[in-house]
């Protein structure tokens, strides 16, 4: 009975994990704790997050395909630099110290914590000093800052869509519509490619991450489709208070 009730806890964290990536980010706060308390460790739960959530990615950046209107250089210029960071942040979860994972987790979480509580008011400082740009520019001194979330994203990742968002906005871009695009679509591939990376690491549990692929899913596509709709004032709140009660929790157990 116990393992149906974890089976389920999995299916709707993935679910409200993949809507909240979607509409305002945050869903790391969600799925990932969930796995550890279902009982995987933490570089565990992690990877199996960072699988079972990538098609979730995947839906909602096919909802978000219209507003995009970034040229072919810049989306293949943005998507290379996420996904060798990507691939770059897996290989360091998966030979660096699981220790060092596990100690380093309270305070992602509260960066990461603390940028999404603050965000509105990060972006509307950047807004307030930056020129309006109608899409993103290539610039290769963009680079480095763009390369460092995506080895984060494929280290640890919560937050991941909340900083590039950030980045964006420093950058001048206004068009709220593609910059959420053009992060599903960045947080995508840079999920896909640690995901495919820790598929050879040992750390996934095919149960768990099936179920939770089943709900990212779902909750990817509707996730997207709603963004336009939902109340994101009232559902930022409920994110930064579940998220701050997960945090506390994790530096109490540490």
């Known amino acids: 009975m116990e393992q149906y009730a974890f089976e389920i806890l999995l299916f709707f964290a993935a679910l409200a994990g993949s809507v909240l990536n979607a509409v305002a980010g945050g869903g790391g706060f969600i ?3 969930s796995l550890v308390f279902a009982g995987a460790s933490p570089v565990n739960a992690n990877a199996i997050s960072t699988v079972a959530l990538w098609p979730g990615n995947i839906a909602s950046a096919k909802a978000f395909q219209n507003d995009i209107k970034a040229s072919k250089r810049t989306l293949i210029y943005l998507l290379s630099i996420s996904g060798l960071g990507g691939f770059l942040g897996a290989i360091l979860l998966i030979f660096a110290s699981s220790k060092a994972f596990e100690f380093l987790v309270p305070y992602f979480l509260l960066f990461s914590w603390l940028l999404f509580s603050f965000s509105s008011k990060i972006l509307a400082y950047f807004n307030s000093r930056k020129e309006a740009q109608k899409s993103f520019s290539y610039d290769h001194k963009k680079l480095v800052p763009l390369l460092i ?3 984060y994203g494929g280290y640890f990742g919560a937050g991941l869509g909340m900083m590039v968002l950030t980045v964006f906005t420093f950058y001048g871009m206004k ?26 690491s040992g750390f996934i549990d095919w149960h768990f991450t099936l179920i939770m692929i089943a709900g990212a899913l779902i909750g990817g596509y509707y996730g997207a489709s709603v963004t336009r709709k939902i109340n994101q004032d009232i559902l930022k709140k409920i994110i930064i208070v579940i998220g701050g009660l997960i945090t506390l929790y994790f530096f109490i157990v540490k």
């Open 149 to 151: 979330l995506g080895i």
């Open 31 to 33: 799925a990932f704790p």
């Open 175 to 200: 068009n709220l519509n593609e910059m959420n695009g053009l992060k599903v679509l960045m947080v995508a591939v840079n999920n896909g490619v640690a995901a495919f990376t820790l598929l050879f």
